[in-house]
């Protein structure tokens, strides 16, 4: 029987009994230990990031404009980020995000690292850097670049019209409120796959070469080895992966403020981008604070739901 | 009882030659004690205006060695973000780069700023300034900045004289003309009009900030901003406006694909030949100068937009514009940087300094001083020509009216008037319904 | 690695045809704009201007210049990696041992800072950026390297205490027991047990703290106010005009920012390897 990285379930109980003989033993000092190991961590967290969420949480509630003084209005600013089509349609593109995120950038970046994690291509080290490179550049040239590529009469429209034989062909696919959003779709593709083959790949190094060989001697092909050796082992990767995809699909915008300002109208609006517009740009403090802690909300609920997802897929796995 | 009359007025008067004497003594001292300013201008090395602000500071301070002002740069969005944070901790520059309109209304109309009236008053600036440079800018008429004399005009149509001669046509005079010259550019295969509305303040900026100031006057404009004399902006001549963008986009001048086309891209296709014309602010001709070769420049045309029948205002010599941001003077300052700050004020728009402004290609307007003759380059001098051609400046909307309504209501609607989503009808009762509600020009 | 060479399994014809697909066709995607990126930055501006997309006719080196000029990249680049290297090492040390904590020393405490820890992770700098600031005019920090370490380390260590945590919880309790029985405090199973097998672990979290730390740059900017302390990235921020339009000096400026980092990971990445492959100590 395969077992996998982490420890299978009959280690638990052991775990407790030993844990609680230790418990009774030194709880003092251990209690130290564990307070001189957390503490530096949890005091330079909870310093910074205090600030942010009782301001966001305290604000939400208000109507402040950046002056003057809040005024307390209950829930108004709530009820009317959910009657604003703006804030729907922003959502529903932020889903989309985090679904290319999921369902694009992790697996294809697991499958890149598979390939070059199993050597079945040459030139491993120039495939590594190229695909790597794209999540160190600068946010405002990437944005300034790919606004050119998808531009009605940049260069992807430039290179149709060279096979249409058509001078002044435009690309105008991308400018409905349904499909606004897929240039920064495929930018965010091209960004972070990287950055997760480098992580898969650092994580399949860590498989065991002789469970491996174990398999191949067994008969197993690579899609065997693939699909029943190496992928359950990847679980808690593809998990912490998933998790920080997600939170950075809430909140990063810079890229899409750049290319495209959530236009047209508002078509290509992400929650990000809408809760700077309406802090810094319409001056609605309360209400941007509003929008940042529905993103917590949102975020955290995902989360959890990941985290059950994950759960059920290890225990199937087992 | 006239004894007490005439003691208390000699009190007073004893108190205001007092008074009077000190404050003298502490104009004295600001201008002989080392002072250190600080400001930010919301341009960088990428923009003319960044050396020309070098240049002028050296200049100054030259003249002035003991005022020392420390100016941070940094690029436009990042500029308006910071402001608000240093304004709301209480940190602001003393030097803050103003916007004469709303677009820094964050800091105007909270009383960040201080009324500088008093200074203009003080030394006569009327003398060498017009006076449209000294209009009021607050709620009750205040003056918070002032920088070069020069207007921002918004809405100037550049032409490709060179392609205009190929294809036949001259310069139109009506919307109708130049809707018709349309269809006979797109057959010869060229494009019409470019905008680049990607980031989607130019259409309003640069077309119907133009279209309502001539089809309803600066007047009923400002009526309507008000919401007195019963106007609004559900009246004909705004939705007729916005009709008229609807117009041009079915007649072909404004292309569909426009609110995805950035605005370097819209540059790029007048400057290679492939648009015969290009709507957009004054601030293009930098760009057209450094792209264009000296005899492609003076193949360039500069015009207001052309008549259209059934405007209020007929004065075609009109265009949307406002008048260029400048410095002003955080209240956050003790009254010896306030003064030397307003030196600095004074100072770059003074005349005497005009060469500096020429030598950076930037063509200041004074009350006593024409330029004309030391502007050599074609491009500019066509520039200087529009700019003093001009008899009426129209308001610009974002410059008048709160952000919020005019982005999200009218950028986002002109968006999708041009890609057919929402009618000229519609998006006025929009605008007019989110400006009765929560506009600052009509609540106080 | 060198265990994964000795092992050839059959590759299914269907397997490598996919492989080889879906590798150049990523590969193209990503180099087409990169190519774009390099070439045009030694297009003259009127080139640009002229036409966006093509081939350059001229070749020159002026944007490059100029960059370098405007750029001031040494000092900027000293400060971004100044900035992604401490806040890389203290967030590394800090979470591995809250995430050892938390992993394998009991108490009842866990459930709670875990949570608090996690909800970091959904906090974004731009909602945060404001009070901040404020906070830290109020305590005088702004404009100082500091004043900008602190928040990254923060901002970055909810997700590092997570990896940091899952890893350890994944070590085999015997292993931590059996020093237990020896007599070792934790603090000295942490140094001596946890910390030489948390390699794999370290690297990753290495690569996501570095890699946020260094493209951020509204903090920066925020928290500066000149030059002195600031980064590259905001350099490069600065170099985009509202008005004007140079993409020749901008893609210049990506050039010089970007390619150092190449050379560095090029470098590292021998190290990297090395630390994985520590990793398998599993029966």
Known sequence: MLSTANGASGRRLTDSVHSNATLARSSRADRMSYALLSAPALVVYAVVIIIPIVYSLALSFTDWGGSGMPHFIGFANYISMFRDPIFWHSLRDNGLVIAISLIGQI???????????????????????IIFFPSLLSPVAVALLFGVVFAPSGLIAQVIGMILHSNLFELDSFNSESTAIIPYLIVILWMYTGLYMIIFLASLQKTNGEMLEAAVLDGANEWDLLHRVVLPGQIPVFMTSAIYAIAGSLKSFEVLWIMTNGGPSYYSNVLGLYMIQNTFTYYKYGFGSAIAVVLILLSTGLILLLARGTQYLSARFE | ???????????????????????????????????????IVPYTQVDADYFELQDMYQRFHAKYPNITIHFDAMDHDAYHTKMQALAISGHLPNLLSL??????????????????????????????????????QGRDGQIYELGVPYVLWTSIVYANKALLDKLGLTFPKTLKDFEAQAVVIRKAGYHPVVFGDQSSWILQSCLLSTLVGRMGGPDWFQHARFGTNGASFNDPPFVKALQIVQDMTTAGLIDKSEPSTMREQALSEFVSGKSVYFIGGIWEVENLYTSLTPAMRAEILMQPFPHID????????????????????????????????????????????????LKHDILPIYKNLDLSARIHDPLLHTSYDFSSGIHTVLPVLDDKMDAEGVEQIINAGLQEIVLGSTTPKQLAAQYETWVAAHDSNRHH | MSQSQRVRAQVPLLFRCSAYVALAFFTVFTVFPLA????TSFKPEQDIVANMIAWPSTWTFDNFSQAWQIGAFPHLFVNSILYSVVTTVVVIILSVAAGFAFAKIPSRFTRFWFSFVLVGLLITISSSVVPIFVAETYLGITNTRIGIIIPYIAFNISFAIYLAWSFVRSIDNEIIDAARIDGAGYIQIYWSVVLPMARPIVTTIGIFTFQACWVEYVLVYMMSSDDTIRTVQVGLSMLHGQLSYNFGLLFAAVMI??????????????????????????G
Request: proline fraction near 4%; charge should be positive; include cysteine.
């Open chain 2, 310 to 357: 059934g405007e209020a205002f007929t004065d075609d010599a009109s265009t949307s514009g406002e008048i260029a941001t400048g410095f002003g003077i955080s209240k956050t300052s003790t009254p010896q940087q306030a003064e030397a700050a307003w030196k600095w004020i004074q100072f770059s728009m003074d005349p005497a300094n005009a060469d500096i402004y």
């Open chain 2, 99 to 136: 916007w004469p309109g709303k677009r820094t209304g964050y800091l105007t109309d909270r009383g960040y700023a201080m009324d500088l009236r008093p200074w203009i008053t003080r030394d006569n600036l009327a003398a060498t300034q017009r006076a449209l440079f000294l209009a009021p």
């Open chain 2, 1 to 39: 009882m006239a004894r007490t009359v005439t003691l208390k007025s000699l009190m007073l008067s004893a108190v205001a030659a007092f008074s009077f004497g000190i404050g003298h003594a502490e104009a004295d001292s600001a201008t002989t004690g080392p002072v250190q300013l600080t400001g």
């Open chain 3, 36 to 39: 774009w990126l390099c070439y």
């Open chain 1, 107 to 129: 697996p294809l970046g697991f499958f890149l690292a598979y390939i070059l994690y199993r050597q079945l291509i040459f030139g491993r080290a120039f495939f590594e850097a």
């Open chain 3, 257 to 282: 920012a970007t390619l150092p980092m190449m050379v560095l990971y090029a470098f590292f990445r021998r190290q990297l390897q090395a630390g994985f492959s520590m990793g398998s100590v599993k």
